[in-house]
């Protein structure tokens, strides 16, 4: 069933070219940040974490980057393949707290 | 090995009655989180359970929202007296700690419709 929203801000590329999906955070001191991927019906899955003591962190296919100084994360995906068209959220946590703040998400299309 | 499971998949009540949602997080998890996903929202914080106690129920959004977690496992959302602005899709997670970099695996969800 659907499970993410209707009127998210979306991007749209085309298959083969590389992605870059933004997010802006709101607490300057968290510490903690990750990139969740989620398809229609589905709960959120982890694709990437980075803690604030780095600014770079790469993964097979995809880049973190992170700008404290403007409170900025970006995900990058490269060689977007159809597979990658989902909802991407951020998500923060606080230093010594447990709780995750979610962005509200971005869709990703992949035109063929 | 199984992920999380939650039950059950959708719920369609009439508004005023008591809905129960269970999670079933990875076995060994020891942190719970209960999340809420309304359309065109992102994810919205509920309750957080470490072994079987919530130390924070802030994210609650009213009395009529209660939680718990037994045996460190199983967790039951409760809404009573449902609302229709209670409609949205109830995500669970768990991980294996809380403090420290260990990701949250997320369950598929239960999509609850008050009528």
């Known amino acids: 069933g659907e499970s993410v929203g209707l009127h998210l801000p979306t991007l749209s590329v085309q298959e083969g070219d590389n992605s870059i999906i933004n997010c802006a955070y709101s607490?300057?001191?968290?510490?903690?940040f990750i990139w969740y991927k989620q398809e229609s019906g589905k709960g959120p899955q982890f694709i990437i974490d980075?803690?604030?003591?780095?600014d770079k962190r790469q993964g097979q296919r995809v880049t973190v980057l992170l700008n404290k100084t403007v409170k900025h994360l970006s995900l990058q995906i490269a060689a977007t393949q159809p597979g990658d068209s989902a909802v991407y959220f951020c998500?923060?946590?606080?230093?010594?707290?447990?709780?995750?703040?979610f962005g509200t998400g971005t869709r990703l299309k992949v035109l063929a | 090995g199984a992920g999380v499971s939650q039950s059950p998949s959708n719920k369609v009540t009439e508004k005023g009655k008591d809905v129960e949602l269970r999670c079933d997080p990875i076995?060994?998890?020891?942190?719970l989180y209960w999340y809420r996903q309304s359309l065109g929202q992102g994810l919205e914080f509920l309750i957080y359970?470490?072994?079987?106690?919530?130390?924070?129920k802030s994210g609650l959004p009213s009395d009529r929202f209660s939680a718990e977690r037994t045996g460190g496992s199983v967790s039951t959302l409760t809404i009573q007296r449902t609302q229709q602005e209670d409609s949205a899709v109830y995500l669970c997670?768990?991980?294996?700690?809380?403090?420290?970099?260990?990701?949250?695996?997320f369950g598929p969800g239960t999509r609850l419709t008050v009528t």
């Open positions: 076995s060994g998890h020891t942190a």
């Open positions: 998500a923060e946590r606080g230093p010594g707290t447990y709780k995750y703040i």
């Open positions: 607490n300057s001191a968290s510490d903690y």
């Open positions: 997670a768990s991980s294996l700690s809380t403090g420290t970099t260990y990701e949250q695996y």
């Open positions: 359970f470490q072994g079987n106690s919530a130390p924070d």
């Open positions: 980075i803690r604030s003591n780095m």
